[in-house]
T-cell receptor, first 114, second 112 residues
Framework: SQTIHQWPATLVQPVGSPLSLECTVE??????LYWYRQAAGRGLQLLFY??????ISSEVPQNLSASRPQDRQFILSSKKLLLSDSGFYLC?????????????FGPGTRLTVT | GNSVTQMEGPVTLSEEAFLTINCTYT??????LFWYVQYPGEGLQLLLK?????DKGSNKGFEATYRKETTSFHLEKGSVQVSDSAVYFC???????????FGKGTTLSVSS
């Protein structure tokens, strides 16, 4: 069966510090991968998605970036965090081998920028 | 553009009560529709889905029917339990490579 991991689970970082969040998927090959952010009291917003190694699409212009160095690894980064970057970051995957469209989410990383 | 509107919460019910959480959507074409559930401090879990008009998705006693004529996908459960307390998100997608579009979520609180 497929599993998705995210780490760290929680993170407290000062404004201006760098960020690296990691997501890995097991049990599937060549998935679509997604980064979403859930801000307090708000819904989920897609930040980035990837259909393959090195292929990243950005949905929202901001000081965050994403990379996909390996087939099942997706990394969210920032060079300098802002207070507004606080939130709950969720990684998701979707199988490309089926015609179904559902996405499966990881446990999330709660980021607090102070 | 595509959008999802959910009833605002919180919804507070007693155990064994009937649950309805309304969801309507605006979309081009024929999207796939989903309900996700988020328990406190956790990620989202897929609860149920429907991919075409009149489909009924069901799981763990929850049901939702894809109503194209009313562009709705309301979530129902006949008898809620305390363990159902969570945030419920309605979502749609109409193209495989793009984002799920979520409603803002509805918080359900069930007391014994």
């Amino acid at each position: 069966s497929q599993t998705i991991h995210q780490w760290p689970a929680t993170l407290v970082q000062p404004v201006g510090s760098p960020l690296s969040l990691e997501c890995t998927v097991e049990g599937t090959s060549n998935p679509n991968l997604y980064w979403y952010r859930q801000a307090a009291g708000r819904g989920l917003q897609l930040l980035f998605y990837s259909v393959g190694i090195g292929q990243i699409s950005s949905e929202v212009p901001q000081n965050l970036s994403a990379s996909r160095p390996q087939d099942r690894q997706f990394i969210l980064s920032s060079k300098k965090l802002l207070l507004s970057d606080s939130g709950f970051y969720l990684c998701a995957w979707k199988s490309r081998s089926t015609s179904s469209y559902e996405q499966y989410f990881g446990p999330g990383t709660r980021l607090t920028v102070t | 553009g595509n959008s999802v509107t959910q009833m605002e919460g919180p919804v507070t019910l007693s155990e064994e009560a009937f649950l309805t959480i309304n969801c309507t959507y605006t979309a081009t074409g024929y999207p796939s529709l989903f309900w996700y559930v988020q328990y406190p401090g956790e990620g989202l879990q897929l609860l149920l889905k429907a991919t075409k008009a009149d489909d009924k998705g069901s799981n763990k006693g929850f049901e939702a029917t894809y109503r194209k004529e009313t562009t709705s996908f309301h979530l129902e459960k006949g008898s809620v339990q305390v363990s159902d307390s969570a945030v419920y998100f309605c979502a749609l997608i109409w193209q495989a490579g793009t984002a799920l579009i979520f409603g803002k979520g509805t918080t359900l609180s069930v007391s014994s």
